[in-house]
């Protein structure tokens, strides 16, 4: 991944930790601020599950290890791609970098609390209920979107898209 796109996913990260961190400090568990009476309001939840609180009820020591290796793989497997794609696939690169910051933002959660702080609740008045989610949740989602839009905008075929430095074998030099 090229600098400017560390640097998105830092960004993105950094939103992520400074959010979590204000919720942590400003609201307890019991507690819920209406930012948008009848459609949003942030409360704190300690998620132990990935998405939407999925798993959350599963009982495991091995659980944290296992969520923490699931988000290194996916960090891994978006840094290795990210550097055999062009530079000029700007909309795939930025997708990739936003998606890498939210996995980021919630590993570092998970690492250091052993969970990860999700606040944002969107609901239509008392008839629909979102489960609740947090930056990083919503920055993995953009990305994914992105990722979608990039590969009908740019089917790949054969791997020609890949620059030549990053092909196995290549020692960068193009013949």
Known sequence: ??????????????????????????????????????????SLVRNTGVAFGLFADVQSPWKPYILAAMAVVAAVVILIYSARMPTRRILLQLALAVTLGGILGNFVDRILNGFVVDFI???????????????????????????????????ETDGSEIEPAARPGNDGKVT
């Open 1 to 42: 991944m090229k600098a400017r796109f560390y640097l998105v996913a830092v960004l993105v990260w950094t939103l992520d930790y400074l959010t979590k961190w204000m919720v942590r400090s400003w609201l307890d568990p019991h507690q819920a601020l209406e930012i948008l009476p009848g459609f949003l309001r942030f």
């Open 121 to 155: 609740e969107l609901h239509l008045r008392d008839a629909f209920y979102w489960p609740t989610f947090n930056l990083a949740d919503s920055a993995i989602t953009i990305g994914i979107a992105l990722l979608l839009i990039d590969m009908f905008k740019n089917p």
